[in-house]
Each structure stands twice: as C-alpha cells, then as structure tokens.
C-alpha cells in the first residue's frame, strides 16, 4: 500500500489530512475523536487571552440547491480557560502520541506574552506551533489576528519573538486579506518561520435577511463582518499556495487551507506546493468519518498513478504555474460539439451569442433534427460552452496544430524592443 505520510518541517503525521485550528479542534473530546476516525493531525483552537463569544456565531451561503457553498463566522478563538486546554492537549498527545498535535497561538504583539504562551504550549506536548496571524474578526479590531498579519514588520517581528523561545517547529498562519501574500510569507520566513499555513478565513458578509433586514447572522439585531471559508474560497487559496510556492524567496513547507472537501481537493493543493492540508468546513459539514474517504481516495488514486509515496505529488504543478505575460499566445483550442451525445438544449448557444464570441449556429439536418455548430474560424477557444453544457462529453475544446512558433506576450516586447533597438543603430549609422 501506498504511504501517506508527510513531514511538514519536522512535524511528522500518518497522513496529510490535519483538522485546522477551528471549532472542531475545541477540546481534547473533539480532536481525540477525530484520531480516532483517522486524521493525522490537528491544529488546536487558538488559545490566549480570555474572550467572550458571541451567541449566534455561524453562517452559511447556499447555491444552486448545495448547500454550504461557503461558510462564514464570527466566533473568536477559544473562551475555554487556558490551563484546562493546556491539560487536554498533554492528554491527548499521550492518547495519540503518532498524530501530528500542532496548537494555535494568538497574543498582543508584545515580546513577554508570545514567550511566555509558547513555553506553556510546548510544556503541554504540542509537536509544533501555529502563529495566528489570520483571524479577520474581533481578534483583528484588538491588534491581533489580521491586524498584525497584513503588516509584513509585525509578521516578522512576532515570528522572531516566537522563535525565541520555540524548540517545537514555528508555522505562521497567513491572512488572505492583503494584497499580496507573498509578501507576509518573505517577512515570516526572515523571522525564522519553518512553515507556513494558508489560507485563514476572508473578510465577508454572509447575507442579509431580505424580510427582517438583519444581517445574517446577527446578534440581537446587529451584525459584523465575519471570516467566510468553505468549497466558495478553494480558487482563492490555492492561487495563493502556488504564488507561495513558486517564490523562491519563500521557500519553506507549506500547509494548505482553503475550500479543501475531499481527497481530490487535497491532491490539488498538494500538487501546488503544500505538504499537507487542514480542513474545517467540510468536517463540519459532514462529521469526522469523512477522512475514511480522504485516506482510501488518496491510496487508489497514487497506486493509480503508480506512484509509492504522497510525498511524491508535492509541487508537482508548481512549474507550470506562471504569469501571464509567460503564456503562449500562439497556442489554439476550438470547441468542437458532439452532435451524437448533444440534447440541443441551447445552452452553449446562447451563452455564446449573448456573452462570448457568437459562433455557434443553429442548423436542422434534412430529417428535421435541429444540430449545434461551432464555426471554428470564429471561435477564440474560450471554454465558455463548455462550461455551461450540462451533459459531459457533448462539447470538446480540441488542440489545434500549431501555425506560428510559441510565442508568450513578454517574449514579444522583447523582440520589438531588440527591432527599435536595430533601427535606432541602423539610423545613426
């Protein structure tokens, strides 16, 4: 059988599929339940300073008839007293003493309280420690969280402070909430983190209740911005997983968050640089038993690819991830339709006509059966239709040979620059 485990810059696990540092991670009852299911780690809810939550905390955006397309909410981290967490992670880690045991960690921004908080997590038996710099609500409006984490010298600074004291690994939790990731990743890493973890949840307002008004959810008829996550945010998080991962002045593991539901999803971020993954939503969604799928889903699908270890799918895809001034504007698709397989239900031409490049046309066969066909001449190769055709293996986005050597958008502003810069030599002489 294949083998599943991973390290994750000294943190060892059975499997790459950790619980995240959220409700499911609560208490000792909750993550010992998970081992017991089978996840090879979890990261436990952030402890710190005393809090008070909110009743009346989640949110949920349905789509389409599925449901939890995305999740929001605005609870903060653990309003459990410090020292009962303390003695359950040192129970649990006795309990599981193979399972990756990584706790949260969210303090002021001051260099006494990060060594202080660090040394009793690490006494408690934590393989390895997560920095907090993500949280979008609450924690953000009183400095941490976020506030800290969209301020690469806060990232840094904090890190550093950290590591201070750390014997464990040090993960920072980065904030999606910025402009460029990348650059809170550079300033964790030059504070001497060893990994970094990514996505946390983004600034969002689930809904508004379109008969009371209320923000949804309120709190006695006030709401608040809260941190939206779920299937909805996957796109988001993994573009920012790769842009870590292919910075060469990043460079360290990375644990991936974001949208993660199943094995596939975890395959995906995994091929875009991360070691491993943590998951929330869809544990929330469906209960602990889920990773049973994870794991027997992960072990067909490498021994599919005759593939022996997990560790052999990690950034796999990073180096085909580029900008976009590196793509080939010589490279063509056309969309070629199935008249065998299509039901004519117009879809594909009316997203066409209405909102692309109108080259699909209507025709009747001399039976009388209405047909779609592409002209190919016209078409850009945008996938459009066959995005929205709701029947598989109807429309096919072909490769055509190629009439022009590959060319990318950089590649020719270098040429032209290198001709203007003949003709200007040419003209002086």
């Known amino acids: 059988m294949t083998d599943l485990s991973i390290n994750l810059a000294g943190i060892k696990s059975p499997n790459p599929f950790w619980l995240a540092s959220a409700p499911p991670t609560n208490t000792g009852y909750q993550v010992?339940?998970?081992?017991?299911?089978?996840w090879g780690g979890a990261v436990w809810k952030t402890l710190g300073d005393p809090i008070i939550n909110t009743s009346s905390r989640f949110a949920a955006v349905h789509y389409n008839g599925q449901r939890v397309a995305g999740f929001n909410n605005i609870e903060l981290i653990t309003d459990r007293p410090l020292e009962v967490n303390l003695a359950e992670i040192t129970e649990t880690k006795k309990r599981f003493p193979d399972?990756?045991?990584?706790?949260s960690l969210m303090v002021e921004p001051k260099r006494d309280k990060w060594h202080e908080i660090v040394r009793k997590a690490e006494a408690a038996g934590a393989d390895g420690?997560?920095?907090n710099f993500g949280c979008p609500h609450g924690m953000a409006e009183r400095g941490m969280g976020s506030a800290s984490g969209q301020q690469p010298d806060l990232v840094e600074m904090q890190t550093m402070w950290a590591k201070e004291a750390a014997s464990t690994p040090v993960i920072v939790k980065l904030t999606p909430n910025i402009t460029d990731i990348t650059a809170t990743a550079?300033?964790?890493?030059?504070?001497?983190?060893?990994?970094?973890?990514?996505?946390?949840?983004?600034?969002?307002?689930?809904?508004?209740?379109?008969?009371?008004?209320?923000?949804?959810?309120?709190?006695?008829?006030?709401?608040?911005?809260g941190g939206y996550c779920g299937p909805a945010v996957k796109p988001i998080a993994l573009n920012m997983v790769a842009e870590c991962a292919r910075n060469a002045e990043v460079g360290v593991?990375?644990?991936?968050?974001?949208?993660?539901?199943?094995w596939k999803d975890a395959v995906e971020f995994m091929l875009m640089g991360a070691t491993g993954v943590q998951i929330c939503t869809a544990a929330m969604h469906h209960g602990f038993r889920i990773v049973e799928e994870m794991i027997d889903g992960l072990h067909h699908y490498l021994e599919g690819r005759g593939l022996t270890s997990v560790q052999q799918l990690i950034?796999?895809?990073?180096?085909?991830?580029?900008?976009?001034?590196?793509?080939?504007l010589n490279y063509k698709v056309t969309a070629r339709i199935d008249t065998e397989v299509?039901?004519?239900?117009?879809?594909?031409?009316?997203?066409c006509e209405d909102t692309s490049h109108q080259c699909i046309e209507r025709h009747v066969d001399q039976a009388g059966k209405p047909y779609l066909l592409v002209r190919e001449e016209d078409c850009v190769?945008?996938?459009?239709?066959?995005?929205?055709?709701?029947?598989?293996?109807?429309?096919?986005?072909?490769?055509?040979?190629?009439?022009?050597?590959p060319m990318s958008w950089n590649e020719r502003q270098r040429s032209l620059a290198r001709l203007e810069a003949d003709e200007e030599e040419g003209a002086i002489r």
């Open 99 to 103: 399972r990756a045991l990584v706790v």
């Open 315 to 328: 950034g796999g895809s990073v180096s085909r991830y580029s900008d976009w001034g590196d793509l080939d």
């Open 186 to 225: 550079k300033a964790a890493v030059r504070g001497g983190a060893d990994a970094i973890s990514l996505i946390n949840t983004i600034n969002s307002l689930a809904g508004v209740d379109i008969h009371t008004w209320n923000t949804i959810p309120h709190v006695g008829g006030k709401g608040a911005h």
């Open 129 to 131: 420690l997560e920095l």
């Open 381 to 405: 190769g945008c996938n459009l239709c066959s995005i929205v055709c709701p029947v598989d293996g109807a429309i096919e986005m072909a490769e055509l040979p190629a009439q022009a050597a």
């Open 32 to 38: 010992q339940r998970a081992f017991e299911a089978g």
């Open 253 to 262: 593991p990375i644990s991936g968050i974001g949208g993660i539901s199943d």
């Open 342 to 351: 299509c039901i004519t239900c117009n879809k594909c031409y009316i997203a």
